[in-house]
């Protein structure tokens, strides 16, 4: 098991074929999928999916998506990921996550994105970190808000499959190197 992070309560690691399973139960929940469109198939996962995740790996040094573990438990929690942005900038990094219901409202998504937000900047030599979730998915926006990243833009949603809230776009949220460093102890 390769480990890319580990913070006070969580341990982000490097998915395997092994968690297909897992991966298909945490898209099957309607609520966890709520913003998000159609859960993919168990082919897609184990067809298209998981080996982009694993080809990932290869080809950047900790950018990806990975499992997310209860740290004492090895729980299954869900996933972040921190990835390259438009036209594969590896300077303006991705932040997201999809967590399993029973985990919300427990600081798990705002302790792993300001941990991957910190790796982005610290040690991957990032300029920028962004994320983007629908306009009325009020717990995301919080989570980035916590984590420092601000407004940046609205805009219409354009992907697949019926989704709640689509009529009011998604949101752009963002956090700068200079902002991170200027308050890097206020984020968390």
């Not at 006070?8 to 139960?25: H, M, S």
């Not at 859960?39 to 982009?52: K, N, Y």
């Not at 982005?120 to 980035?144: C, D, Q």
Request: aromatic letters at 10%; proline letters at 5%; hydrophobic letters at 35%.
């Amino acid at each position: 098991m390769h480990i890319v992070l580990e913070t006070p309560r969580l341990r982000l690691r490097q998915f395997t074929t092994d968690d297909i399973g897992l991966l298909f139960d945490l898209n099957s929940d309607p609520d966890v999928m709520r913003f998000l469109g159609p859960a993919p198939s168990l082919e897609t996962l184990q067809g298209e999916i998981i080996p982009f995740h694993l080809s990932v790996y290869q080809q950047y040094d900790r950018l990806g998506t990975w499992a997310a573990q209860e740290r004492t438990t090895g729980e299954f929690l869900g996933w972040f990921h921190l990835r390259p942005g438009p036209g594969q900038d590896t300077s303006n990094i991705e932040l997201g996550y999809r967590l399993r219901r029973a985990t919300w409202n427990k600081g798990y998504a705002t302790e792993g994105s300001a941990a991957l937000i910190e790796m982005g900047f610290a040690e991957l030599e990032a300029t920028r970190a962004f994320g983007l979730t629908m306009t009325v998915n009020a717990a995301s926006r919080r989570v980035m808000e916590k984590c420092g990243l601000t407004l940046v833009r609205t805009f219409p949603y354009d992907g697949p499959g019926p989704v709640e809230g689509a009529e009011h776009g998604e949101v752009e949220y963002a956090l700068t190197r200079a902002e991170w460093e200027a308050n890097r102890d206020g984020f968390r």
